[in-house]
């Protein structure tokens, strides 16, 4: 054979187990991504012993999150230094019903279009007596005169909600009187030194009505931490819309921060979460809004979100849009479920539970979740679901925090539910929690 014919045919060897190697047919196992727990030290060699790969190491959780051939799974599952491994899963933005999205530039007659004094006739709503028969079970009548504890018509003045005082000016939600945010701020608590933290598709930095103090994106490291979808920003005006174009939050002077763990389509993954967490904590951050959920438990998701609570972090989680209409069973979300979270549902402006909203044991506690207006991405938008909810929630937490800056998670839990309105008696916490969050101290 000829030089010429030699090199001709070593080319075309080369070739074909080029063609070969990037088709696959000689690459190794297939790899797949997971979170790892280490019990003590994070032995990272065991990763690497089994063929896997350390993507990213936590500094204090004692998690990483590696590529691994899921055959080697078991192997480093048996490792004694090994807590957990599991896969790296979903999570998305617990979804949202969006309605009258609004430009800047856009007009509506909101007295016209929400007749709240229609909706709510509330000493009618809550006749006790009427509903179950109280007297052989306990004294209702006795305990909790209902008409007289709530003169809702003098306390909640629907019509006065939704002003437009020069033809394009927002002014409060529904949901702020029905928490008790605009009695707050009157008494002059708006949330002033406290940090809140908003895990979600990111913040809108341009919007007017938000100021901005900080964030992260988790996704694209070096990308900003611009909301790309309009969740988040949903998120962040429910709990500090600043008012400077009419629309206030429940806690306008907070420090608002972005954690951009979702992406533009409001899905991310569990390992994203945890280092949003990580990066809250480091960060000092008091409140966490958790909008988000999985139907998938992760035991790195319940461990970080420990950290947080031990860090002195509230935590507060969307319970979930996967209830059933009759308000039975266990539907809440992860990581709505975990003992670490305040877990939040969702009411209608008549204070019944709304139908899509989770329910189980874990539910601490309701807020408005359905026609709620807030900023979104270029302008305003009204939104239905829990994950509202969630951000009444943490805004209510942070308005503690700013009035009680020594409590823990457990006492701002503990003041919440000492303010709570009940909207069942015990035995029905499953579908209402210990009943509507509520600022304390205004009633």
């Known amino acids: 054979m000829t030089t010429a014919r030699r090199v ?15 088709s696959g047919v000689f690459a ?26 350390v993507e990213y190491q936590t500094s204090e959780l004692g998690i990483a999150v590696v590529t691994l051939p899921s055959a080697r799974v078991a192997e480093l599952s048996a490792n004694p230094h090994v807590s957990f491994v599991e896969k790296d899963a979903q999570v998305s933005a617990v979804p949202v019903a969006w309605s009258n999205q609004l430009t800047w530039t856009d007009q509506l007659t909101w007295t016209d279009q929400l007749t709240w004094t ?115 920003t949903h998120m962040a005006g429910i709990i500090a819309a600043n008012g400077s174009h009419g629309l206030t939050g429940v806690a306008p002077d907070v420090s608002l921060y972005a954690v951009k763990v979702l992406g533009p389509q409001g899905s991310g993954s569990i390992s994203d979460v945890v280092r949003g967490i990580e990066w809250a904590v480091a960060n000092r951050m008091q409140v966490l809004n958790l909008s988000l959920g999985s139907r998938s438990a992760s035991r790195a998701l319940e461990r970080a979100l420990d950290r947080a609570k031990e860090a002195g972090v509230v935590v507060v989680a969307a319970a979930g849009n996967g209830g059933k209409a009759d308000g039975n069973g266990e ?14 549902g969702a009411v209608q402006p008549n204070l019944n539970r709304a139908p899509f ?30 994950s509202q909810s969630a951000a009444f929630g943490a805004g209510v937490a942070a308005l503690v925090l700013a ?28 579908r209402y929690g210990n009943g509507l969050i509520r600022v304390p101290d205004i009633r």
């Open 118 to 232: 229609d909706q709510l006739t509330w000493t009618d709503q809550l006749t006790w007596t009427d509903q179950l028969t109280w007297t052989d079970q306990l004294t209702w009548t006795d305990q909790l005169t209902w008409t007289d504890q709530l003169t809702w018509t003098d306390q909640l003045t629907w019509t006065d909600q939704l002003t437009w005082t020069d033809g394009h000016r927002l002014v409060v939600d529904w949901g702020m009187r029905a928490v008790g945010a605009r009695v707050a701020q009157t008494s002059g608590n708006r949330g002033r030194g406290v940090r809140v933290a908003v895990l979600d598709t990111g913040i809108d930095l341009e919007h007017r009505d938000l100021t901005v103090a900080g964030g992260v994106n988790l996704i694209s490291p070096t990308a900003t931490y611009a909301d790309d979808n309009g969740h988040g």
């Open 403 to 430: 009035q009680y800056p020594e409590l823990s998670p457990a006492g701002v839990e503990a003041a919440l539910g000492a303010a709570a309105l009940r909207l069942t008696p015990p035995g029905f916490e499953r």
């Open 331 to 344: 539907s809440l979300d992860f990581p709505a479920r975990y003992s670490a979270t305040l877990a939040v």
């Open 357 to 386: 909203s989770a329910t189980g044991k874990q539910l601490d506690f309701v807020a408005p979740g359905t026609a709620v207006l807030s900023t979104y991405k270029g302008g305003y938008a009204m939104g239905t679901g829990t």
């Open 8 to 22: 001709t045919a070593i080319v075309a060897v080369l070739t074909l187990v080029l063609g070969l190697i990037g």
């Open 28 to 53: 190794g196992p297939p790899q797949e991504r997971y979170l790892v727990g280490f019990s003590n030290a994070d032995d990272l060699s065991e990763v690497q012993r089994v063929g896997g790969r």
